[in-house]
């Protein structure tokens, strides 16, 4: 999508990262959730298990640049 281009990788977080684990809590009835991050998936989990431990139970991180 072409206004992703201006994303942060704040905003990238919070628009993305939290509402697919929202979804994946809604839909699984979970509080928390597994997250497994490739590359720089990985850094973005990262930053989004680290603003909200509680919601996550696993970090997986494959390839990722930290």
């Not at 201006?6 to 990238?12: A, G, I, K, P, Q």
């Not at 991050?37 to 990722?64: D, M, Q, R």
Request: aromatic residues 12%; hydrophobic residues 35%; glycine residues 6%.
């Amino acid at each position: 999508m072409s206004y992703d281009k201006d994303m942060t990788l704040d905003s990238y977080v919070e628009q993305y990262i939290e509402r697919s684990v929202e979804k994946v809590q809604e839909i699984t009835g979970e509080k928390q959730v597994s997250l497994f991050g490739y590359c720089w998936g990985g850094i973005f989990s990262l930053i989004y298990s680290s603003l909200h431990p509680e919601n996550v139970k696993n970090l997986i991180l494959h390839a990722t640049p930290v």
